[in-house]
């Protein structure tokens, strides 16, 4: 029977699978890149495979890397549960926790589920709403830790993972090129929303703004009723929604971050729900 492979070298392949990029992936798990490296290379001398292709632009996962990556998360997942279970706390406190509305039909809730169930005696506290308003809360010391997409210039923390924006709208949808963009999105402080007039400003596409909403339930209703079209994380596309091409009249958004910022200032609490929601991180972004 073959040796078990040590989770610490699947949980770095996981990290650098899903940031494409040892670089952030080093940040993601608090190791050097050169860590990083050696725990990778390790896993392809287990293994005798090559699990990655990198080279000086960029890294992706090869057909073995591709098929062994799934397991690599469920045994992840596995043993976190396990110490979980076998954990028991005595970890109390009162966390003020807000996350982005993307999560709330992901995994999240379970994962929120399972904390307060392992620490009872934590007090959570659940804000959701836009990311950009989840910072001011935050900068303003209403929340204790905060789930959401990263702001642009802000480097402040924990990596989750970094997904492509996509333009979404109605399955079918046809737009007049000639015509300004008609363009569904949340009010400012809205993180998506500034990615979205950015790239349009790039591209010098014109735009006119048909619906503001304050939810992404607005998004989709307004997109459903086919107005125009919106800009969203790929993996999180309301249902009924359906991604549209990238073009002239559609220029490519990049990609956005997801990031746990806070848990730190002596709350224990908070910093046992970061490591949790970063732990289980995977889950949460397939299960959308």
Not at 24 to 47: C, D, F, M, P, Y
Not at 62 to 87: C, H, K, M, Y
Not at 183 to 203: D, F, G, M, Q, V
Not at 214 to 237: F, K, N, P, Q, Y
Request: charged share 20%.
């Amino acid at each position: 029977m073959a040796d078990p492979i040590d989770p610490v070298l699947l949980r770095s392949l996981v990290a650098v699978a899903e940031a494409k990029s040892f670089t952030l992936a080093a940040r993601q798990l608090g190791l050097s890149q050169s860590t990083v490296s050696q725990h990778i290379n390790r896993l392809e001398l287990k293994t005798a495979r090559r699990l990655l292709s990198r080279d000086t632009h960029s890294v992706t996962l090869t057909p073995d890397g591709d098929a062994v990556l799934p397991f690599a998360r469920q045994a992840l997942e596995a043993n976190a549960r396990i110490a979980s279970l076998l954990a028991g706390s005595d970890l109390r406190g009162h966390v003020r926790f807000g996350t982005s509305e993307d999560f709330v039909f992901t995994a999240l809730p379970q994962v929120l589920a399972e904390f307060t169930k392992q620490h009872s005696a934590v007090d959570l506290e659940l804000t959701v709403g836009l990311s950009g308003i989840l910072y001011e809360r935050y900068d303003a010391g209403e929340l204790d830790l905060i789930f959401v997409k990263r702001r642009r210039g802000d480097e402040r923390g924990r990596f989750g993972w970094k997904e492509e924006l996509v333009w979404v709208g109605q399955p079918g949808f046809e737009m007049n090129t000639a015509a300004p963009l008609p363009l569904i999105a949340l009010r400012p402080p809205s993180i998506t929303r500034a990615h979205a007039l950015a790239a349009l400003e790039k591209a010098k596409r014109s735009w006119r703004i048909v619906c503001t909403a304050d939810s992404l339930s607005g998004i989709r209703a307004a997109a459903l009723a086919g107005l125009g079209v919106a800009a969203h994380s790929e993996r999180l596309i309301p249902e009924g929604l359906a991604p549209l091409p990238a073009s002239r009249a559609l220029p490519a958004l990049g990609h956005i971050e997801f990031v746990v910022v806070g848990g730190g200032h002596g709350n224990a609490a908070a910093e046992a729900l970061g490591r949790a929601i970063l732990d289980n991180a995977s889950r949460i972004r397939t299960a959308a």
